[in-house]
């Protein structure tokens, strides 16, 4: 597994934050998004992570990279791709050496892995502070995440969702900031405390549908999953 690392990304969307990019087949087939409508596809995000297999780095290397960041540094793995692991599976050992370079540091990063044994992954990098986001497809879909408790919860939304708004099961939804706010970036949002960095948070971020195929992920985000009882 090869991780491309670098130390101040010239993303407009992250700022100069330090980022991972990590090769597609790390990507669950059972996203949604998978193939279809991924803002990683847009055409820059693309050719980044079309040379990950040519100038990545094993794991080790990135945690040595993740080991020289200074002590609070907020950092986002996986601009693109998902956690350690082809598919579905998450790779628990490459997982760990990541959780466990990133000890004094704010890294985050989301996942569409779902299963019950990659939730559990999920659940331990939390709490050792490496934040991993749950990604939903809509706001009825978070409902569901959010109720397993293994993280904090990121939502695609429709276009013209307010900046506040809630689930069917009324939890909240909060627009990300730099969707709100041109002047926003990852590295500012939160005052510097990213949302997305903060898996204590009593809140969903939602970010709007967008990219080239924002039309497609709107169509997506407006299906609501009806909430099982009982």
């Known amino acids: 597994m090869l991780y491309t690392f670098i130390r101040n990304s010239g ?6 934050l330090p980022v991972t990019y990590n090769l597609r087949d790390t990507c669950p087939p059972g996203c949604a998004l998978y193939r279809a409508g991924c803002y990683g596809e847009d055409f820059h995000t693309r050719m980044s992570w079309d040379k990950v297999p040519q ?14 960041l200074p002590p609070g540094q907020v950092w986002r793995f996986a601009v693109v791709g998902d956690l350690p692991g082809k598919g579905e599976a998450v790779d ?32 331990h990098a939390n709490s050792w502070g490496f934040t991993i986001n749950l990604s ?33 099961a009324g939890r909240l939804i909060v627009i990300c900031e730099a969707q709100t706010r041109e002047e926003i970036t990852c590295e500012s949002c ?10 204590d948070r009593d809140f969903i971020v939602g970010f709007r549908a967008h990219g080239s195929k924002a039309k497609q992920t709107d169509k997506l985000a407006r299906k609501i999953i009806p909430i099982l009882k009982g």
């Not at 100038?55 to 020289?68: E, K, N, T, W, Y």
């Not at 939160?190 to 898996?199: A, K, Q, T, V």
């Open 55 to 68: 100038r990545g780095a094993p794991v080790q290397q990135l945690a040595g990279h993740i080991q020289s």
């Open 11 to 16: 993303n407009r969307k992250t700022g100069p």
């Open 92 to 123: 628990a050992h490459a997982l760990g050496l990541i959780v466990k370079a990133n000890r004094g540091r704010r890294g985050f990063t989301y996942t569409h892995k779902h299963q019950p044994e990659a939730l559990k992954w999920v659940k």
């Open 190 to 199: 939160g005052n510097f405390e990213p949302w997305c960095s903060r898996s």
């Open 136 to 168: 939903a497809d809509n706001a009825g879909h978070a409902d569901q995440l959010a109720a397993t408790g293994a993280g904090p919860v990121a939502a695609v939304v429709p276009m013209d969702t307010p900046k506040v708004s809630h689930t069917p």
